[in-house]
Every structure is written in C-alpha cells, then in structure tokens.
C-alpha cells in the first residue's frame, strides 16, 4: 500500500523546485496534493505535470492579507488536510554593512513570519494526528557570508518544530524539519540570488568542494526526506531536524 494513501497535503511554494519535486512524490504515494505559489502561469504549469490529484492556489506567503485567505481558499478543495509542508522562501544575501532594511524584511516576512502565520490560518483545517513539516537549511547551523539574516530565518523556524511539537502533543500533530545543504532549484540563479553568472559560477564551485560527496543534491533527494515526515513511518519522530546536505555539516 502506498505510503500517503487517502492523505491530502498542502505544499506552499510547490509550483517548482523542492516543492514540485515534494508534490510529485506525495502523489506516488498515494497524496492528493494543494500547491501554492505566487504566478498562476507558474501553477498551471506544475498542475499540468502533476495530474488529476493535484489543485493549485495563488498565495504570496509574504503578504498578510493572503495568508488570512489561505485557509478559505483550502476549503474550496477540500474540508480537512494531513500534511503541511511549509516550504515557500526566499534566498537573499548581504554583508551586514550592506544589509537594507528592505531586504531584511523581505527574507522575514516570508521565510519566518509569513511560514508562522501561514501555519496558523492552517492549522484548524489539520487532523489530530497530522504531519507538519517545515523546509530549513543547514545555513542555521554554519557561518556563511553575507548569510546572516538568511541563516537567522531558518533558525527561527528550527526553534518552532521544537515549541509546536510541544504545543501540539494533545492533538498528536508532529512538527519536524529537514534542513537541506546545496541543491540545484530555481533559487540557484543569477536572478534569486542577485548576483552575476561569475558569482554563481565561483560560488557553485567553492560549494562543491565542501561536500563530501563532491555534488550538489537534488530536489528529488529531498523530497524523500519529505515523504519520510510526512507519512506514518515517523510516527514517534517530533520536533526532530533531519539535515540533508550531502555531509557538508554533519561530516
């Protein structure tokens, strides 16, 4: 039997990268599958690969006035949901002394105020006994240049799997983490990161040689590491981190 059989799940940012990596591989098992993401042309696009069970929802996570919509627009589809895999952020860097205020709430509002929020409006829509993953990075555990603000993001939200697993016991909802190192996704690229094609070519390489496995991961590889979180076989793992990095931290 698959593994995800009768679940429904919600992905925000599920339209590319790790998120329609996840989605595709909650459907294999046997998921219906709600994405988010910000571009209806982007989401069509994803719905178009991912089939018949899988539905699609504009939604900035950055933005409150959507997120207090997010739980209505569910219910459009569907009365109740599983598993939220709070996955929609954004990857900026900056040194500290040329850090803008702009920027800064950027990277907050949706990587740790936007997932806390969107959570929140969701939550009352989860079964007792549902699964709630959120999508970190090894950055909160290493120091990385110009990674300061970014890094502070993702810590934050490995400080609330542990709180809301806490929270949550009575209803036996379990909050974990996986905390990817260097994958290749869309937030890979000149564009997400602001940087040059000499950037992201001298960057690419010095990451490399800090893996131990000598390449960057795939949005597939975590997708796995998703699924695990998600379906029964993690039903005594709570407030735990699983960091996929290729040994770049953890060796």
């Known amino acids: 039997m698959k593994?995800?059989?009768?679940?429904?799940?919600?992905i925000t940012g599920g339209n590319s990268g790790i998120g329609l990596a996840t989605a595709?591989?909650?459907?294999?098992?046997?998921?219906?599958?709600?994405?988010?993401?910000?571009?209806?042309?982007?989401?069509?696009?994803?719905?178009?690969?991912?089939?018949?069970?899988?539905y699609g929802i504009v939604f900035d996570s950055g933005d409150m006035q959507q997120i207090k919509k997010l739980a209505d627009q569910v219910k459009a589809f569907t009365p109740n949901i599983d598993i939220i895999f709070i996955n929609a952020g954004v990857g900026k860097f900056n040194s500290v002394e040329g850090m803008e205020e702009a920027m800064f709430d950027e990277i907050?509002?949706?990587?740790?105020?936007?997932?806390?929020?969107?959570?929140?409006?969701?939550?009352?829509?989860?079964?007792?006994?549902?699964?709630?993953?959120?999508?970190?990075?090894?950055?909160?555990?290493?120091g990385m240049a110009g990674a300061s603000v970014y890094a502070a993001s993702k810590a934050a939200l490995l400080?609330?799997?542990?709180?809301?697993?806490a929270e949550l016991l009575?209803?036996?909802?379990?909050?974990?983490?996986?905390?990817?190192g260097p994958v290749v996704?869309?937030?890979?690229?000149?564009?997400?990161?602001?940087?040059?094609?000499?950037?992201?070519?001298?960057?690419?390489?010095?990451?490399?040689?800090?893996?131990?496995?000598?390449?960057?991961g795939t949005s597939e590889e975590i997708a796995k590491v998703v699924s695990f979180f998600a379906s029964d076989d993690s039903t005594f793992v709570l407030g735990a981190e699983l960091i996929a990095d290729g040994g770049m931290y953890t060796l």
Do not use: C, W
């Open 3 to 10: 593994k995800l059989a009768g679940k429904t799940a919600i």
């Open 24 to 54: 595709h591989e909650f459907i294999a098992q046997g998921a219906k599958v709600i994405i988010t993401g910000r571009n209806q042309s982007a989401i069509n696009a994803a719905l178009t690969e991912l089939g018949e069970n899988a």
């Open 108 to 142: 907050m509002n949706i990587n740790f105020k936007g997932a806390y929020f969107t959570l929140q409006q969701l939550l009352p829509l989860v079964n007792d006994g549902g699964s709630i993953i959120f999508n970190t990075s090894i950055n909160a555990h290493i």
């Open 159 to 165: 400080s609330l799997i542990k709180n809301l697993s």
């Open 170 to 180: 009575p209803r036996r909802i379990r909050v974990n983490a996986v905390s990817p």
């Open 185 to 216: 996704t869309p937030l890979h690229s000149t564009t997400k990161l602001g940087i040059s094609d000499e950037q992201l070519q001298q960057m690419g390489e010095g990451i490399v040689k800090q893996v131990p496995v000598g390449r960057f």
